[in-house]
């Protein structure tokens, strides 16, 4: 138990220190060559501390606190350092430098002062390249430091001790068995004569009662608090459920540990518990507030006296079974840890701890076999009406219950072969990984609910948000789902830092490693960290925002108020759009620290990818820019490709949208564009041409058809005067005159409507004016030629007859 408080504070302590790292004290960074010299004997010390094979576990753990510490400095000073050398360097160039003997001689004071900066940029690039190496050092004595640890960790799990059922260690029991009695009866008797002596006979039975009576009134507290949190929530909403798991657990283990803190402060403020014993109180309170809170979770979440509140659907009876398996487990667990620690203060021997260990192991593993497999998710009705099956989504019962008996066959199985430290380790860790899976799903199910509390729909918190904040509905909404997600993300990574903790990864390993991916490591010669990484993709969005900003006020405010076609706004919102990306990019680069040269190399790289697989892309994205530039093709233009006709809708990186009449959208790569064949119909300006075609018979007068023509265009009024519309003979054929009416108008966008205007016109005029010849008469089918058509079929028959019966 008092192993597992630790690593639970390990774990906190990593969180603290990562997020709080900048707020607290550190030392002041070593400034000078003299200091840095004294922190490279002191870490060559401790390098050679570290190499030695009886070094502790406590030695290794302090010495790597102290590490960390020089590391944090040793990099304040080299970023301190490096500024300043550059700053050196900038000067020393200025001054330019010193001249040969041929050229004239410089002056005294100036070959002074470049002799004082190349000195000064010495001592500066020396402290920098002295600084870095130390931080190396001590990054790497923190490596070996955290190996070392693991390999004790491992050393001490693994070594191999008396097996449960070897008759030789229960009869080393039965040696040492009345000497460990009789030095349990001396702690004993020393406990009871201390407490008579501080408070005499009557106050040590007065405090006895005290104590008894203190758990009975927390365990009464308890109770009532349990039955006041069921008063209040009166519906089982997604909400409820967690909170009133969340305070059964609060009350199961805040008032039980109230107790025995008042009972350990007040044992220990007497003096009535022996040093020897404070350890055996500790895990004694400390392991009833251990139960208390497994029993809270258990009601909580498994609700066995309230179904609808149960928060993992099992059936009543498993809930039940649940709750008194996990308090069970619980309280043999605690006598466990209290027996081992009860035989580290009385001094028992060796037999004695391994035998008690190993049947602590052997009853606890027993205990959660038979609950694994009595687990089932269903009732013995629902699999005598459907079978046995698994639900859907909850695949995951069947992955623990496979884990949960791995776990437990190597725990007996090590405990058998005499591994019982590797044993006992694999229990606590049972039921440490089902303690923080049970808090991470309570926790989880507690922030997607009250998520959804705060964003319900008809809520007034959703309201007060949308007021303050100014943002939809919709993406409040989003918001909320993106908070669940990084809450859940945070949770699980607490949970994995708290499950692996007692794994010998150490929390200080964890945090070294998030360590160095915020603040930077090196390879080569880049240093990549998540803190740049991040500034340069904050720098990037920042000016694709503000490319974005500015592109909007240019086509909302600005380019309305002049005189620039469609096309030419679009091309300087494009091009302006693509120079904010290219800038954003450099700048962004630039913060990551990229010089020239790597840039040079990365693009190097680029080229050869682009000779093999992107020939395609990049050739469709520079005739997009000759799009732009040569304004050929314009968003608004009317164009012809192939058989597609239609507008100009946007011309993007890749490829061009067109608009069709059928509002349908052709996507062409802008290379068919510059390569291909196109037909612009507004290239040089919008007018268009207008053709009315008119065949009419021989006999009508073609200079009254050409008037009529004629007069039906110049009355309408977007038929352009200038050129005037004109009438065309095209061709006299032997039956008809094909005339043609030519005009135009000065928008090509109305070129279909007038062409249906003037047919509409010239068909009414051909109608009214007579100018059509009336149709000939149709032959009437008369009753005289009927009976003509009968005559001739009477007589065909009798011929057709002889044919077919031959």
Known sequence: ???????????????????????????????????????????????????????????????????????????????????RAETLRARLKEIGPKPDDKGPPESAELGREREEREK?????????????????????????????????????????????????????????????????????????????????????????????????LAAAARQVACRFVKAKLHRPTALAMPLSALAFAFAGFALPGAAGFLVYQAATGLGIVPLRLEPVLINILGGLAFIGLVRGLADGILAPDRPTWRMVLVPNDTAEHLVRVATGTAVLLVLGRTVETFNQAIAAGLPLTLATRGIFVAVIALTIARQIRTFRTHTAEDVAAFGSYVPKGRTWYGLGRIAAWLALVAALGAALIGFLALASFLIDQIVWTALVGAVLVLLIKLVDA??????????????????????????????????????????????????????????????????????????????????????????????????????????????????????????????????????????????????????????????VGIGFGLQSIVNNFVSGLILLWERSIRVGDLVIVGSDQGHVRRINVRSTEIDTFDRATVIVPNSNLVSGVVKNRVYSDRTSRVVVALPLPREVDPDRVAAMLREAA???????????????????????????????????????????DLNFVIWRRVQGDGLLPPPPPRPELGVEMTREVEVRLTRARPEREPEESR
């Not at 600084?131 to 001490?156: E, G, M, N, S, Y």
């Not at 050129?723 to 009416?741: A, C, M, N």
Request: charged share 20%; with cysteine.
């Open 1 to 83: 138990m008092k192993n597992r408080i630790s690593a639970t504070a390990a774990a906190f302590a990593a969180l603290l220190f990562l997020f709080c790292a900048p707020l607290r004290a550190q030392d002041p960074p070593p400034n000078g060559r003299t200091q840095l010299d004294g922190l490279r004997i002191e870490l060559d010390q401790i390098e050679a501390g570290v190499d030695k094979r009886d070094v502790s576990d406590a030695h290794l753990a302090a010495t790597r606190r102290r590490l960390e510490e020089l590391a944090v400095s040793l990099r304040g000073t080299a970023d301190e350092a490096a500024p």
């Open 120 to 216: 000064a940029l010495k001592e500066a690039d020396d402290t920098v390249r002295l600084a870095r190496r130390l931080a190396v050092q001590a990054d790497q004595l923190i490596a070996a430091i955290a190996d070392k640890r693991r390999a004790i960790f491992t050393d001490h799990l693994f070594h191999r001790t008396s097996s449960i059922l070897s008759p030789r260690l229960w009869m080393d029991v039965a040696m040492d068995l009345p000497g460990d009695a009789a030095a349990a009866g001396v702690i004993l008797r020393d406990a009871a004569s201390r407490a008579t002596e501080r408070v005499g006979v009557l106050g040590a039975s007065a405090a006895f009662v005290a104590v008894l009576i203190v758990l009975v």
């Open 450 to 607: 009250s998520i959804e509390a705060a964003l319900a729909p008809d809520g007034k918190p959703l309201l007060l948000l949308q007021t303050s904040v100014g943002l939809s509905r919709k993406a409040l909404q989003q918001a909320g789902v993106l908070l669940s997600g990084f809450s859940r993300l945070f949770l699980g990574g607490l949970a994995v830092l708290l499950v692996l903790a007692p794994w010998g990864v150490e929390s200080g390993d964890l945090l070294f490693s998030l360590r160095s991916a915020v603040f930077g490591f090196t390879i080569g010669d880049v240093t990549i960290s998540f803190a740049t990484v991040f500034s340069a993709v904050a720098v990037f969005v920042i000016g694709i925002v503000l490319t974005r900003s500015v592109q909007r006020w240019l086509k909302v405010r600005f380019l309305p108020q002049t005189e620039m076609d469609a096309g030419l706004k679009n091309s300087v919102t494009t091009g302006l759009g693509y120079v904010g990306f290219i800038a954003a990019a450099a700048i962004s680069m630039s913060s990551l620290g990229l010089s020239l040269d790597k840039l040079a190399i990365v693009a190097g790289a680029l080229s």
């Open 714 to 756: 110049e009355h309408h009024p977007d038929v352009m005067e200038d050129p005037p519309p004109r009438v065309l003979l095209k061709t006299i054929g032997g039956s008809s005159l094909d005339f043609e009416l030519v005009c135009f108008v000065a928008d090509v966008d109305v070129a279909v409507r007038v062409t249906s």
